[in-house]
């Protein structure tokens, strides 16, 4: 099971050591009071006080929520901002590779693309294919021009470890 990114905050009885407190109630008036007041205000509204802000040194700021509504809008918010991100997909060429091959990654990275992600192409070299970089770098240029219909590279290719690699985007992502 994975564990959600939510901050804890002390609930109700959770909050201790405290005798005033600044309580923001739900219409968004905020009140100076003791504690004791504060939970008796929350048992008769069947609310929750939740603890929102304590450093220590002044007086802590306690908000009147339900807070079991407050978790769950907390992990709707996380799960939306989890879909909202764009994905990198990585497609890998070799420097022989034949031009029906060439066509099958190609249809693939357009799929990639058009779902949002970007896609990353990486052309291996391994062994004696170094020697010749400039004549295998073509194929991947060739690929650079069949993607240019659908998309934008954010770069030129750049050589890292024996591999050239590049990054393409949709055209619709601004």
């Known amino acids: 099971m994975k564990k959600e990114n939510i901050k804890k905050y002390r609930v109700n009885k959770e909050i ?24 008796q205000i929350a048992k008769n509204t ?4 939740v603890e929102v802000a304590n450093d220590g040194k002044n007086i802590p700021i306690i908000k009147l929520m339900n807070y079991e509504k407050f978790l769950y809008n907390q992990k709707k918010l996380n799960k939306k901002n989890k879909l909202n991100k764009i994905k990198t997909k990585e497609i890998q060429l070799s420097p ?21 992600d970007r ?9 004696r294919e170094n020697t010749l970089k400039e ?3 073509k194929k991947l240029y060739e690929f650079i021009d069949m993607m240019n219909d659908i998309s934008i590279p954010e770069s030129l290719p750049k050589e890292e470890n024996n591999n050239f690699i590049i990054f393409f985007k949709p055209k619709n992502n601004k």
């Open 46 to 49: 069947n609310l929750d006080l």
């Open 135 to 137: 004549l295998y770098q």
């Open 16 to 39: 201790t050591n405290v005798n005033f407190v600044k309580l923001v109630m739900e219409d968004g008036n905020v009140k100076e009071m003791s504690f004791y007041d504060a939970i």
């Open 96 to 116: 022989n590779i034949s031009l029906n091959d060439l066509l099958t990654k190609f249809n693939n990275a357009k799929r990639f693309i058009e779902d949002g």
């Open 119 to 127: 896609v990353k192409v990486i052309l291996k070299l391994k062994g």
